[in-house]
């Protein structure tokens, strides 16, 4: 059974330009969730997704958002970007959330300069 | 306020000194706690989970344990390999929000 992918693995922008993150979940998992990783705040949780409706959302400013397709799949973007958001960020899915066991994907290096 | 705390941060081992982490959890009504473990750059990999006080589950040289107010992962006779960032992280209270510790930082020394 393939993994969670996420696309792309590595990306370099700058401040104030927008980016689109993508991921596609294990086959028959219905929720995604997005994470932030740094090395000072470790993972911080973005939103999670489950039938293309948010059901939370963590603490962060409404320049980042997400969507769901009907496929599961899932894309996050940050617009106006800041020198801050320079992270690791890691999409997991499950089968339904709450208590299910969540599988990660390899992350999408973005790097803002 | 739902929280994860892991102990220690960093530790080093020699291979074969058998030694456990610590994540300790307050949270209402436990739904899970799982471990991870992640190397540098790449994703978590699912390890462990957990439901019940009393409950453990092994893997190779990896053993958790959960209590009602912390989870013990114990690594029997390491090897370098193991060497790795361990998290922990629990479902918060009524949300499909997981929260994760900080981690664990091991280093394995041959």
């Known amino acids: 059974k393939a993994g969670v992918t996420q696309t792309p693995r590595y990306l370099i922008k700058t401040r104030g330009q927008q980016v689109t993150l993508s991921c596609s979940p294990i086959?028959?998992?219905?929720?995604v969730s997005w994470y932030q990783q740094t090395p000072g705040q470790g993972l911080q949780f973005l939103f999670e997704?489950?039938?293309?409706?948010?059901?939370n959302k963590g603490n962060f400013p409404g320049r980042f958002s997400g969507r769901q397709f009907s496929n599961s799949r899932s894309e996050m973007n940050v617009s106006t970007l800041e020198l801050g958001d320079s992270a690791l960020y890691l999409c997991?899915?499950?089968?339904?959330?709450?208590?299910?066991?969540?599988?990660f994907g390899p992350g999408t290096r973005l790097t803002v300069l | 306020e739902d929280q994860v705390t892991q102990s220690p941060e960093a530790l080093r081992l020699q291979e074969g000194e058998s030694s456990s982490l610590n994540c300790s959890y307050t949270?209402?009504?436990?739904?899970?706690l799982f471990w991870y473990r992640q190397d540098p750059g790449k994703g978590p990999e699912f390890l462990f989970t957990?439901?019940?006080a009393g409950e453990e589950k092994e893997k190779e040289r990896l053993k958790a344990t959960l209590t009602k107010k912390e989870s013990f992962l114990h690594i029997t006779a390491p090897k370098p390999e193991d060497s790795a960032t361990y998290l922990c992280a629990v479902p918060c209270s009524g949300t499909y929000k997981y929260i994760f510790g900080t981690g664990t930082r091991l280093k394995v020394l041959a």
């Open positions: 949270v209402s009504g436990l739904r899970g």
């Open positions: 086959s028959g998992h219905r929720s």
């Open positions: 997991a899915s499950s089968l339904a959330g709450a208590t299910d066991t969540q599988y």
């Open positions: 997704y489950f039938s293309e409706t948010q059901r």
């Open positions: 957990l439901y019940s």
